[in-house]
């Protein structure tokens, strides 16, 4: 079992900037691929980006590159999404998972309780 414990989330204005950080626990955070995810009100989960375990391949959903960066530190068990350049339409409730070796765009094993991002306009 891994457990996942999200921190960072918040309010801010629209072009603003936050860190999410997510502690992972109970494996070996190395054998994971890590990845974040979010669900807006009223709309399906949807996958934000992904990171390999050695931390030197990321993925990003379309609706993202060039503002979210993903990083990894496995010395500390833990993973990041630095959001810049944040609009209204990036309000969800962020996810930080964990799967067993590949980066998945669609259901990786592990989830965490979610952290609420809100932008306003």
């Known amino acids: 079992q891994v457990h996942l414990v999200e921190s960072g989330g918040g309010s801010v204005q629209a072009g603003g900037s936050l860190r999410l950080s997510c502690v992972a626990s109970?494996?070996?955070?190395?054998?994971?691929?890590m990845g974040w995810f979010r669900q807006a009100p009223g709309k399906e989960r949807e996958f934000v980006a992904g990171?390999?375990?050695?931390?030197?391949?990321?993925f990003y959903a379309a609706s993202v590159k060039g503002r979210f960066t993903i990083s990894r530190d496995n010395a500390k068990n833990t993973v990041y999404l630095q959001m810049i350049s944040l609009k209204p339409e990036d309000t969800a409730v962020y996810y930080c998972?964990?799967?067993?070796?590949?980066?998945?765009?669609?259901?990786?094993?592990?989830w965490g309780q979610g952290t609420q991002v809100t932008v306003s306009s």
């Open positions: 990171i390999r375990w050695r931390g030197d391949t990321t």
């Open positions: 109970g494996r070996t955070f190395t054998n994971y691929a």
């Open positions: 998972t964990a799967n067993p070796g590949v980066v998945t765009t669609t259901e990786p094993e592990y």
